[in-house]
């Protein structure tokens, strides 16, 4: 049985911040060799060039090392680049947490598994050898966290490599072709095969087929959320789900957005981790159990929503990717009450086409 998970959420207050963490640690709250994972929004542009990951990434590894972590290199550190609108930058930190010291239960609570798949190289992404190394390592990620049934699993959070002017260079070299050679649309089909290894991975669809990758919208993870940088070259990968006797006071649950305005899909993700909600809620019953949201969005392939033309994908002068964040993340703040929840963006294959999966997590004490 793998030791119960703490976790907590802390406000970041400039780029190379990371107080919160050392907070924590010198709280007692948890200890830095049990961190398992941070994941968390930094205020860059979201881009292949938001640096801000990398100070972000820098900054907490630094914490970790000098409090106490053995590795601190290797402790997953998933950062999301651009927090538009009134998201706010923040991270949340999984821990395991010692046995005798965690609440005792035989309800479902929250286990981690934390995998990094094979290689991914240049010519992987978005391609089916990339969607099979991206299963592989979350049915490790999946053993590792003790969940048997992919039911369990509430929230896959991934971070792949794109493909940058250097890596298409080398696979040229070697004689391969990548998928595309603009760097910003592969950020977005690194994401998007991600999450169908994701699916595959829990019996979501069956394989897909080359020409299907980041193409048939009808294919997609309801627990998906992905995200791609330049800072590593193979899948890290983090499973969230529920498990029977580990302990600890946190559960996880989730479901989908079908839009951009569907606030019903918020709310049945924190419904389904265990939160008692009236029939018409409003954040104020939300009592302080809410750790927090991960969301992912996508502008709609039709321009619109709810019958309503919008002009996202059209605009020339700000990016949809920023446009469709501060939507989404505006939303999920009105549900919450809170801005700093975790929304990202280029989520093609997550999530139904034009909405996303949401996943809450909840202190139930």
């Excluded at 048939?216 to 330049?230: H, K, P, Q, T």
């Excluded at 049945?268 to 009236?278: E, F, K, M, N, V």
């Amino acid at each position: 049985m793998p030791d119960p998970i703490e976790v907590r959420k802390v406000a970041i207050e400039s780029v190379t911040d990371a107080s919160g963490l050392a907070k924590l640690i010198d709280d007692g709250v948890i200890e830095a060799g049990r961190v398992l994972a941070v994941i968390g929004k930094t205020e860059g542009n979201g881009g292949v060039n938001d640096y801000t990951r990398i100070i972000a990434d820098r900054a907490f590894r630094e914490v970790l090392g000098a409090k106490g972590h053995p590795a601190p290199e290797s402790v997953p550190l998933v950062w999301s680049g651009g927090t538009d609108g009134v998201l706010s930058p923040h991270a949340t930190i999984f821990a395991t947490v010692d046995p005798a010291q965690a609440v005792q239960s035989d309800e479902p609570r929250v286990s981690v598994g934390i995998a990094m798949s094979e290689v991914i190289l240049p010519e992987d992404i978005g391609r089916p050898a990339m969607v099979e190394k991206v299963a592989a390592g979350v049915r490790e990620a999946m053993k590792i966290a003790g969940i048997d049934d992919p039911a369990d699993v509430h929230y896959v959070q991934t971070k792949t490599p794109l493909l940058t002017l250097s890596t298409i260079n080398d696979a040229k070299s070697r004689g391969h072709e990548v998928v595309t050679e603009e760097t910003g649309l592969s950020m977005d089909i690194s994401n998007s095969t991600t999450a169908l290894g994701i699916a595959v991975a829990l019996g979501e669809i069956e394989m897909p087929a080359a020409e299907q990758i980041h193409k048939d919208l009808s294919l997609y993870s309801s627990v998906a959320s992905c995200s791609s940088g330049v800072e590593l070259d193979r899948a890290q990968i983090v499973v969230v789900g529920n498990v029977r006797g580990i302990g600890g006071r946190y559960r996880a649950g989730h479901s989908v957005m079908k839009d951009a305005l569907d606030a019903d899909g918020i709310w049945a993700a924190i419904r389904d981790s265990g939160i008692d909600l009236p029939d018409r809620p409003h954040p104020s019953d939300l009592g302080g159990r809410l750790v927090n949201l991960f969301m992912k969005c996508e502008a709609d392939p039709t321009g619109s929503v709810r019958g309503r033309r919008n002009i996202m994908l059209d605009d020339s002068d700000v990016h949809w990717h920023r446009q469709i964040k501060a939507t989404v993340g505006g939303v999920a703040a009105s549900v919450t009450g809170d801005p700093a929840v975790f929304v990202s963006v280029a989520a093609v294959h997550q999530g139904p086409s034009g909405g996303g999966p949401v996943i809450a997590i909840a202190d139930l004490g």
